[in-house]
């Protein structure tokens, strides 16, 4: 009798363990699909955040280019260039 019980028991156990498992699983992979949303959202907000850094920088490049390039022909003084390199340079990496 007491060996019914006790394997009764071990069966219930085993059932126990094994609905456990299969939620971890799920748990897992639940916890898994959220990390990737996460990410794609990051990398989203990332790219959005340099597309408006771009924008704006290029709000102040393009007019300065055009004004420092009109400088430059009207007064011939080819200096008036200098600041485009490193303004380019940094417009070009955005």
């Known amino acids: 009798m007491g060996g019914q019980i006790s394997s009764a028991m071990e069966k219930g156990q085993d059932k126990m363990f094994a609905r456990q498992k299969e939620a971890q699983q799920r748990m897992m992979e639940r916890q898994m ?23 704006f920088y290029s709000a102040f490049f393009v007019p300065a280019a055009l ?13 008036l260039l200098g600041p485009l390199l490193p303004l380019g340079t940094a417009w070009t990496y955005q």
């Not at 699909?33 to 924008?55: P, S």
């Not at 004004?67 to 200096?79: C, E, G, H, M, S």
């Open 33 to 55: 699909e959220l990390q990737r949303t996460m990410v794609g959202k990051q990398m989203a907000m990332n790219i959005a955040r340099q597309r408006d850094v771009f924008h």
């Open 67 to 79: 004004a420092l390039t009109a400088a430059a022909i009207k007064k011939r003084n080819p200096a």
